[in-house]
Each structure stands twice: as structure tokens, then as C-alpha cells.
Nanobody, 126 residues
Framework: QVQLVESGGGLVQAGGSLRLSCAAS????????MAWFRQAPGKEREFVAG????????KYAGSVKGRFTISRDNAKNTVYLQMNNMKPEDAAVYYC???????????????????WGQGTRVTVSS
């Protein structure tokens, strides 16, 4: 198992940028494929971005591709989500997730396949 703590959320103007961080503890960070999900009020949790355990492969939801970048620093046990050109539709609670099984790729997996952080809230003003 692994513990995940997100940080970096807050208020940003549309068109601005924000970087989220997720610090991991417990098992070795490099053992896990990682992902970011987000959830807005009244909506299902949705996949945003994923990264393989080596960091060599990434995957993005179509709504964020070209604007968001996921990366990881295994030496620091940290995964990041750089969010540029923020849109009001990006407002949500963002969750860091670690894949629980042997899968090591960047693709989205069912929500029950992950360990979850507690989330960090992102608000976007027009």
C-alpha cells in the first residue's frame, strides 16, 4: 500500500497555470503507475492523465491534451500535474492515484484499481 498527499490546488484565473504535486510514502514510488483524476460536484470521477512506472509513457484525456502535463520524479517520490491555459471546466477536486496491481502503463484503469489521495481543490475564475 501507499499513502498519497496532494497539494498545490487553489484559485486560478482562466488562462492561467497551476501545478499540482502528489507526495507518496509507504511502498517504493517507482513500483506504481500513477494517475490524476478529477471530480466536479454532481459528476463522476474522471481520468485526467496517467504515467507509467518508468515515466516513459503518458496518457491524457482529450479535454486536457495539449494543456496539461503529467510527470514524475521517482527519486523524490512525487508526481506532478502541470496545468496550463486553465478553463472554467477544469474546476474540480483533483485526486492523485496509484495503481494497485501489476499494471505499469499509463492507460486509465477502473477506479477500484487505485489507491487514492484525499484530493486538492482547484477553482477557476472567468
Amino acid at each position: 500500500q501507499v499513502q498519497l498527499v496532494e497539494s498545490g490546488g487553489g484559485l486560478v484565473q482562466a488562462g492561467g497555470s497551476l501545478r499540482l504535486s502528489c507526495a507518496a510514502s509507504g511502498r517504493t514510488f517507482s513500483s506504481y503507475a500513477m494517475a490524476w483524476f478529477r471530480q466536479a460536484p454532481g459528476k463522476e470521477r474522471e481520468f485526467v492523465a496517467g504515467i507509467s512506472w518508468t515515466g516513459g509513457t503518458t496518457k491524457y484525456a482529450g479535454s486536457v491534451k495539449g494543456r496539461f502535463t503529467i510527470s514524475r520524479d521517482n527519486a523524490k517520490n512525487t508526481v506532478y500535474l502541470q496545468m496550463n491555459n486553465m478553463k472554467p471546466e477544469d474546476a474540480a477536486v483533483y485526486y492523485c492515484a496509484a495503481e494497485r496491481g501489476a499494471y505499469g502503463g499509463a492507460d486509465s484503469r477502473p477506479v477500484e484499481s487505485y489507491y487514492w489521495g484525499q484530493g486538492t481543490r482547484v477553482t477557476v475564475s472567468s
